[in-house]
């Protein structure tokens, strides 16, 4: 019998890039790969691409065992909010009571005596992971490749980030490569931590890979921070958890973040291929400008 995967919060562009890794499993029927999916509209669109939705909200945690159970392995994408803490620990809770065998978690990269909230919320959750008796695996990223498109005015062809110095970066199909190899052995991957961080950029170099990619000057704006503010709460951050990205993004223009630009092997090692670095993923996002 196929093992059964359920992957939460696997909708974005980690979640899409790691459906299209494990789709040729389910095919196969090497492994049987759920979506958990909150809408019938994302239902239908699981449902359509080949893999199998099942009816999930982290809203409504009455309804996590009926999704787990049956489940061997539950991969964990948290929304990057406060919230993210009881999340972690509702699901986990009920992956321990329905009998689920593993569980592999996203989070985020730092210090492992990381004095910022952005990053030790992830590890509070991996923590409450480690002591539930399930067999563990968390991947960390940095930071996201695909955020600094989300960023950009394609109309000015400006760039609005404020981190300023160089920093690692990871893409989604990186992250996706890696969930995917961890997924298809948990066992080979039990215990491990992996951090994912493969190339480092400033965003003043990383306009510079852009106007190479597109043929049009790119330019970086800092923005204003009560601008970032309102967007955030905007986008459902609570304001303590806002107010902690700001802050951690200002540590780094400051330098006090050490570990932000480290890079490291992981794609290689567990995927066993090369990493994304900045140039190719900007040639595959803009190919009619190559």
Known sequence: MALRLLLLGATGNVGK???TELFLDHAAGKLDVGIGARSETAAAAISTSGLR????????????EQALTGVNTVFLLRPYTLRQLMYGKQVIDAARRTGVQSIVTIG??????????????NFLVEAYAER????????????????????????????????????????????AAVAAAVLRDTSKHAGKVYPL???????????????EATRQPH?????????????????????????????????IREGLVDEVADVFDTVERVAGRPATKWPEFLARRFPASA
């Open 17 to 19: 890039a790691l459906q």
């Open 53 to 64: 939705a099942v009816p999930f909200d982290f809203e409504q945690a009455e309804g996590f």
């Open 108 to 121: 985020a990269y730092g210090s492992p005596d990381t004095p910022w909230p952005t990053i030790g919320w």
């Open 132 to 175: 539930s008796g399930l067999a563990w695996t968390h991947l960390r990223p940095n930071f996201f490749m695909d955020n600094i498109l989300a960023q950009r005015d394609p109309a000015s062809f400006t760039i609005f980030n404020g981190l300023v110095r160089r920093v690692s970066w990871i893409a989604s199909e990186d992250i």
């Open 197 to 211: 961080a493969s190339d480092a950029a400033s965003p003043d170099q990383i306009a510079h890979y852009l106007t």
């Open 219 to 251: 330019r970086v704006v800092v923005p204003d921070s009560e601008i970032v503010m309102k967007r955030l709460l905007a986008q459902g951050r609570e304001v303590i958890y806002a107010q902690a990205l700001l802050d951690y993004v200002a540590a």
